[in-house]
T-cell receptor, first 113, second 108 residues
Framework: EAQVTQNPRYLITVTGKKLTVTCSQN?????MSWYRQDPGLGLRQIYY???????DKGDVPEGYKVSRKEKRNFPLILESPSPNQTSLYFC????????????FGQGTRLTVV | GIQVEQSPPDLILQEGANSTLRCNFS?????LQWFHQNPWGQLINLFY???GTKQNGRLSATTVATERYSLLYISSSQTTDSGVYFC??????????FGTGTRLQVTL
C-alpha cells in the first residue's frame, strides 16, 4: 500500500531532550516536507526537500533540523525542544514539487513540558 | 504569498443533507487539493484538482482556475463526514498553502 509513515504518533517529552520524528514513504517520491498545525495558525511548512541531500527552510524552521540521506526517509529533528514546539506535525511527500498530488502521514502529536 | 480563503467557516448539517464548500485563492496555482481532517487528526486526501471536475462517490469537486476558486460538494451527508475540510494550493512549487478550513458537523 502506498503510504507515508510517521513515528511516533504521540510523544510527550521534556524541555531540552533531543528527539527525532521519523518519516518514510514507499512511493519513490522526490519531494518531501514537514508541516506543523497549531490552533488559529493553521498548517505551516517547516522544511522541505526536493531530493536526496537537498533541503531548504520553509516558513517556520527555527528550532528544527532535517536530513535527507535516502530518498524514502526525511526525519525531523528537535535538538532542544521547547514548549512552543508543542504541536501536531505532518510529513508529506509528492512525486515532484508543484503540480503533483501530495500525500500526508498520519500525524505526530508532540507535547513538550 | 498566495492567500486561500474558505467558506463557510462552520457548518452544521442534518444527516442526509447536501452542502457546498468554497475555496478562493488569490493567484494562479499549479496544484489544488481538498483534504478531510478527521476527529483523530489525520489528513485524508479527497481530491487533487488543479482544474476541472471530479467525482468520488458522494463527493465531487470543481475547480475553475481562471476564476480562482474551487467548490467541494458533499451529498447525502453522513455523520462520518464530520471534521474539518481544507483546501490547499501550491503556487510557488515548494509548498502547499492551506486555507483556514470549514468545520463540518453532521448530526442525526
Amino acid at each position: 500500500e502506498a503510504q507515508v509513515t510517521q513515528n511516533p504518533r504521540y510523544l510527550i517529552t521534556v524541555t531540552g531532550k533531543k528527539l527525532t520524528v521519523t518519516c518514510s514513504q514507499n512511493m519513490n517520491h522526490e519531494y518531501m516536507s514537514w508541516y506543523r498545525q497549531d490552533p488559529g495558525l493553521g498548517l505551516r511548512q517547516i522544511y522541505y526537500s526536493m531530493n536526496v541531500e537537498v533541503t531548504d527552510k520553509g516558513d517556520v524552521p527555527e528550532g528544527y533540523k532535517v536530513s535527507r540521506k535516502e530518498k524514502r526517509n526525511f526525519p525531523l529533528i528537535l535538538e532542544s525542544p521547547s514548549p512552543n514546539q508543542t504541536s501536531l506535525y505532518f510529513c508529506a511527500s509528492s512525486l515532484f514539487a508543484g503540480n503533483t498530488e501530495a500525500f500526508f502521514g498520519q500525524g505526530t502529536r508532540l507535547t513538550v513540558v | 504569498g498566495i492567500q486561500v480563503e474558505q467558506s463557510p467557516p462552520d457548518l452544521i448539517l442534518q444527516e442526509g443533507a447536501n452542502s457546498t464548500l468554497r475555496c478562493n485563492f488569490s493567484d494562479s496555482v499549479n496544484n489544488l487539493q481538498w483534504f478531510h481532517q478527521n476527529p483523530w487528526g489525520q489528513l485524508i486526501n479527497l481530491f487533487y484538482i488543479p482544474s476541472g471536475t471530479k467525482q468520488n462517490g458522494r463527493l465531487s469537486a470543481t475547480t475553475v482556475a481562471t476564476e480562482r476558486y474551487s467548490l467541494l460538494y458533499i451529498s447525502s451527508s453522513q455523520t462520518t463526514d464530520s471534521g474539518v475540510y481544507f483546501c490547499a494550493v501550491d503556487g510557488t512549487a515548494s509548498k502547499l498553502t492551506f486555507g483556514t478550513g470549514t468545520r463540518l458537523q453532521v448530526t442525526l
